[in-house]
């Protein structure tokens, strides 16, 4: 006796009757939804923002900045400072260059470069001088910076600072003179005079200004004798 096959029981076909059945199996699409603003978030995640804590669960983005390059970075303005050097050299007004960027725009690593090359030169003559090179241009600096600001002068220190260091430049220039020349007393005395009166009329000719009127030669001569003890430091005078 047989029983028609349910909708539960298996139905055996033959090998032949099973090469005419042909067919597809479709599977349905399932999407899963991860991270969905709709997911609630954990137990201790809602604990932490509802406690206010929620800044422990971020996570900063990586911004990825163009490298600047170094000199940018560092504020180093190398035309800038190849101008200020024309300026120092050449004072004149004549010759058209606008000096008063020298004071109006300071910056750090001109004045820093010209210290450190006047102490590498003074290193032929005695090489316990640099560090005081360094530390007279720093408080030097300050001594004139305080005396201008008692004058009435408006300047910063930083100004002070940059103009004082920038005029370095003329005993730099001076120097390779003085060691063909040295033993011409008579000349190097003359080129040495020369050195400081240069250095010192291009620092008084920048901070010195109009609001000091009658009391100019109170600040000058404090530059003056400044330029005199950095010559001092370098010849051992």
């Known amino acids: 006796m ?8 298996f139905t055996f076909v033959s090998s032949t009757e099973a090469e ?8 349905p699409d399932i999407k899963l939804n991860m991270g969905s603003e709709n997911v609630k978030d954990p137990y201790a995640t809602t604990f932490l923002r509802q406690r206010g804590y929620g800044w422990l669960l971020e996570v900063e983005e990586d911004n990825s900045e163009e490298s600047k390059p170094l000199l940018e970075e560092l504020d180093i303005d190398l035309k800038d400072i190849y101008y200020k050097i024309r300026c120092v050299l050449m004072p004149m007004p004549s010759l058209g260059y606008n000096r008063q960027v020298v004071r109006d725009n300071p910056d750090f690593w001109g004045p820093l ?3 450190l090359l006047f102490s590498m030169i003074s290193i032929y003559g005695q090489f316990r001088v640099v560090s005081w090179i360094i530390t007279i241009w720093i408080f030097g600096s300050l001594t004139i910076f305080l005396l201008a600001r008692v004058l009435g002068g408006e300047v910063s220190f930083g100004q002070v600072l940059g103009v004082i260091g920038y005029s370095l430049l003329p005993l730099i220039v001076i120097a390779p003179l003085l060691l063909v020349i040295g033993g011409f007393e008579v000349v190097s005395t003359l080129i040495k005079l020369f050195g400081v009166f240069w250095a010192a009329y291009s620092a008084a000719s920048l901070l010195v200004g109009d609001e000091f009127k009658t009391k100019k030669p109170l600040l000058i001569y404090p530059i003056f004798l400044l330029y005199i003890y950095f010559l001092s430091l370098y010849t051992g005078v």
Do not use: Y
């Not at 059945?21 to 479709?26: E, K, N, P, V, W």
């Open 2 to 9: 047989q029983f028609p096959p349910t909708n539960g029981d």
């Open 20 to 27: 005419e059945l042909s067919g597809t199996i479709s599977a």
């Open 113 to 115: 470069a010209v210290v």
